[in-house]
């Protein structure tokens, strides 16, 4: 199997439908390329595509993702047996050492696609990578359970009952400026915390025009207290990008509230998964927010970050 840089998008568009996420797609990668110095769209092929990959460049280092949660390769068919993954990575190891080309991959958790992201994992250790981190993240299974009330510890189901009592409006956004309200929020819960707000306000506007994206609002006597911002990144998963309350109402258990909103407005829309994201970062976990998920119903999955480095 070979390896061929391509500039034609639409065409590697086209080759590869199976992305496994949003942040796999073209477009999106289009849309952040200013974030690296050069996008390389890779092909990996024998007599047809097979697999296919993207990088930015930064420096000698291709990444994958290099704006985004999570990278990790493309399919021109899911049904891509373990012997195709292995042979593609065998050719990306070949093109960096050609190179001299360092290589970072961070694969979404496997809930992504049970069947390629492990093959991706196998393959990938097989090669050469080197597991640089994992950091745990935590997602909603939500045909898992008919009752939410019951997957939750007992602090979190005491919480919810204080939240419940309190005259608390949940709404999705429906104009701009309530997207914008939402984004405030946010970026109140971030400052309070110290926490960095990666994407600015135009960031998140222009993202939502390639990635279908809710806001939410949860007000409480017409202040809003906490929001949430989710983006579809799947056919059967939502994302959540970014949620928070602000300083002054923890006491009355706001984000307990919104978790429980989240939770039936997706079940009922018929996804599968709500990702809720890491709680560590480079492999270092934040205790008191894994406790957190955990306490609302959370599941646990790893999230591994893989790196290469050329033979001299």
């Known amino acids: 199997m070979a390896v061929e840089q391509t500039t034609d998008r639409q065409?590697?568009?086209?080759?590869?439908p199976c992305t496994l996420h949003v942040f796999n797609t073209v477009a999106f990668s289009t849309l952040n390329e200013d974030k690296c110095e050069e996008l390389r769209f890779l092909e990996l092929k024998d007599h047809k595509p097979r697999m296919g990959i993207t990088f930015g460049l930064r420096g000698s280092l291709l990444c994958s993702p290099f704006s985004a949660p999570f990278g990790g390769f493309v399919f021109a068919n899911p049904d891509s047996s373990l012997e195709m993954v292995d042979k593609a990575v065998k050719a990306l190891v070949r093109y960096a050492d050609l190179r001299r080309l360092s290589i970072r991959i961070t694969l979404p958790p496997a809930f992504y696609h049970p069947q390629l992201i492990?093959?991706?994992?196998?393959?990938?250790?097989?090669?050469?990578?080197?597991?640089?981190?994992?950091?745990?993240?935590?997602?909603f299974d939500l045909h898992a359970f008919s009752d939410y009330k019951s997957i939750l510890w007992r602090n979190a189901r005491k919480n919810l009952q204080r939240a419940q009592r309190e005259p608390f409006v949940f709404k999705r956004a429906e104009s701009q400026e309530e997207i914008i309200v939402a984004y405030s929020t946010i970026e109140q819960n971030r400052k309070s915390k110290g926490y960095p707000l990666r994407m600015s306000l135009q960031d998140v506007l222009d993202t939502i025009q390639v990635i279908p994206a809710d806001f939410f609002n949860l007000s409480m006597n017409g202040?809003?207290?906490?929001?949430?911002?989710?983006?579809?990144?799947?056919?059967?998963?939502?994302?959540?990008?970014?949620?928070?309350?602000?300083?002054?109402?923890?006491?009355?258990?706001?984000?307990?509230?919104?978790?429980?909103?989240?939770?039936?407005?997706?079940?009922k829309a018929g996804i599968h998964y709500v990702d809720v994201g890491p709680s560590s970062q480079f492999g270092a976990p934040s205790i008191g927010l894994c406790n957190f998920k955990e306490s609302i119903g959370c599941r646990i999955e790893n999230k591994y970050t893989f790196e290469y480095n050329p033979k001299h």
């Open 11 to 16: 065409q590697f568009a086209k080759n590869f």
């Open 118 to 139: 492990p093959k991706q994992l196998f393959s990938l250790s097989a090669n050469g990578f080197r597991q640089l981190y994992d950091d745990v993240n935590f997602h």
């Open 223 to 267: 202040a809003n207290v906490a929001a949430a911002q989710v983006f579809h990144v799947a056919p059967d998963v939502v994302q959540v990008i970014y949620w928070g309350d602000v300083p002054g109402f923890e006491n009355y258990r706001p984000m307990n509230c919104l978790a429980a909103h989240l939770v039936d407005y997706y079940k």
